[in-house]
């Protein structure tokens, strides 16, 4: 039963970052149409705040203590606030080789943090697995002929966007307690509206220089794909993910993500498709499965478990011996 669950989490996973992949052309599209960065990530936040207040009508209503209400604030502030907001302008300082570069660090930093407060064991498969893959993840960044996109990189974007990554590490540990306590719904209409509530206030003047009349049923597209698929889905498939997977395991499929991006440059024409590209592919994956292959805590516990019964059986029959 528990296979399952894993197996429907990796699934989860997977899906959440091809969406997430594919959100990186189709988002900028909308960007440079002239949508205001803050003003789009704010549509993201409200949009996603309603759909899954909307669906919440029609699943099973659950009640949330006040002080989990608290906790799901600071969730919201860290998984999503910070995570997509120091990215952003992070992203606006810095090139996006490097904001690609630095998100690497992800399955790095969600070990580190995991180990400090869930006390995971950086096992050597682990280590191994996360080397793997984000030697995989810098191979097909650093060989596509599109990523420079012509700016420079910036020493204060660059920690931006790892802040960015920290915050959602943060979140993937301290918050996991919490995470597995309530459905996926009731989390994320809750860590939504407190999201927007943070962002709206600083992206009025954004949203309210948009001349909507203006702008073409394509970017409308673009738009409804960044809210719907690129957040309120992929969100809902990471909640899945994250009941059922260790925080570093979720977070090596952030890995997945450059690979979608190079297979649609691929496809437009803005990039080719050689041995370089299959290498990184094989060491992303080779990473994932490496990572899934390490021993959780509760493992390694249960075998220290296991050899102490051991032991104590082959004592009790050498003193009857």
Request: charged letters at 15%; proline letters at 3%; aromatic letters at 12%.
């Amino acid at each position: 039963m528990n296979n399952d669950k894993n197996y429907k989490g990796h699934l989860s996973m997977l899906a959440a970052s091809i969406i997430w992949g594919l959100n990186a052309p189709i988002g900028k599209a909308a960007l440079d149409f002239g949508i205001p960065p803050l003003a789009l990530t704010t549509f993201r936040f409200f949009g996603a705040a309603i759909a899954f207040w909307f669906i919440s009508l029609f699943t099973k209503k659950e009640r949330v203590k006040n002080e989990d209400l608290l906790m799901l604030f600071f969730a919201a502030l860290f998984g999503i606030v910070l995570n997509q907001g120091t990215f952003i302008f992070g992203l606006s300082l810095t090139s996006p080789i490097d904001a690609s570069i630095v998100t690497t660090m992800a399955p790095i930093v969600t070990m580190i943090v995991a180990a400090i407060v869930l006390k995971e064991p950086i096992t050597g498969k682990k280590v191994l697995g996360v080397f793997v893959g984000a030697i995989g993840a810098l191979i097909l960044i650093l060989t596509s002929q599109a990523a420079s996109g012509g700016k420079s990189g910036n020493i204060a974007g660059d920690l931006l966007c790892l802040t960015a990554q920290l915050s959602f590490a943060i979140y993937l540990t301290v918050f996991k307690g919490l995470i597995e306590k309530y459905s996926s719904v009731t989390i994320m209409k809750w860590m939504f509206i407190y999201a927007s509530m943070c962002f709206i206030p600083f992206s009025y003047d954004n949203i309210a220089s948009i001349n909507f009349a203006a702008v073409p049923l394509k970017v409308f597209g673009e738009i409804s794909f960044v809210v719907f698929a690129a957040t309120f889905l992929a969100y809902l498939l990471v909640m899945t993910g994250q009941k059922t997977l260790r925080p570093t395991i979720v977070s090596m499929y952030n890995y997945v993500q450059p690979i979608v991006a190079s297979f649609v440059a691929v496809s437009i024409g803005m990039d080719s498709f050689g041995w370089p590209k299959t290498v990184a592919i094989a060491f992303v994956f080779t990473g994932v499965f490496i990572v899934t292959q390490s021993k959780s805590k509760a493992q390694l516990e249960a075998e220290l478990v296991y050899q102490e019964v051991d032991t104590q059986q082959k004592d009790n029959e050498e003193k009857e011996d």
